[in-house]
């Protein structure tokens, strides 16, 4: 029977990456989708900002939006102080098992919660079951138009604090207008564009940090 893409990314993680070794399951990826066929990680290129912004929030608690194969929870985590934890959302069934398995791969079960089900569904539990205060830094990777309605729902859930960085993907390819235009008009946001290209291929595309002022 056919494979899937995420199998195929899965099989090229466990043929030429190191067990428990983060970076070289980012490099697997990345070099299976820029030679093999193209899937929609946030790649090498977008994932060098994304590095660096990691860095310098290095936080405590990561919310990222939307897991895919896990490339960019795997980045994200391998980044990632002791005891820090990355809760990751995915409602693709499909997806979350080969995620489960990228994680277990780089060794950072211990860091990661990968949670299946709706971002709209799971956001307003946050608190109650997963024991979250407040998120330092929120990754936005989902479908463009849930960018907007789920930052409204974070904010009316107490979930973002003085400070905390929202960074989204895609914001010029596919784009996310509403969610931009937002983040850039409101009062309550510091916003910073972050010029890239679309993973794996020459099309503009970029990151867009926006810090939350409380
Ligand atoms: C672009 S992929 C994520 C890529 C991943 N962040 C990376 O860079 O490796 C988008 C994912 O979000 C998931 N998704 C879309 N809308 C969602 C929602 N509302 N709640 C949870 N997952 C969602 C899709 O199933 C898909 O796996
Ligand atoms: O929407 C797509 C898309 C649209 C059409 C075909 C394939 C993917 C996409 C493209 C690049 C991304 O980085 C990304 O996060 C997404 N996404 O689905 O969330
Ligand atoms: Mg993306």
Redo the contacts with the bound molecule.
Sequence with gaps: TQSTRPQRILGAVQQNATRGDPRSVVRAIDQYCRNQEWA???GDEKGCILDSVVSEVNPATVL??????????VRIASLLPPHAKLIT????PE?AVIARQVIAWAGLEDKIQLVE????DLIPKMKEQFGVETFDLV?L???KD?YLP?TKLMEECGLLRKGSVLLA?NVICPGTPEYLEFVRSSPRYESQYFKSHLEYTKVEDGLEKSVFLG
């Design positions: 929609m990680n946030v990222e939006l939307g897991t895919y194969c896990g490339y960019s929870t959302l995915e409602f693709n997806f089900g709706a971002s709209g990754f990777d989902h479908w849930r789920d993907d």
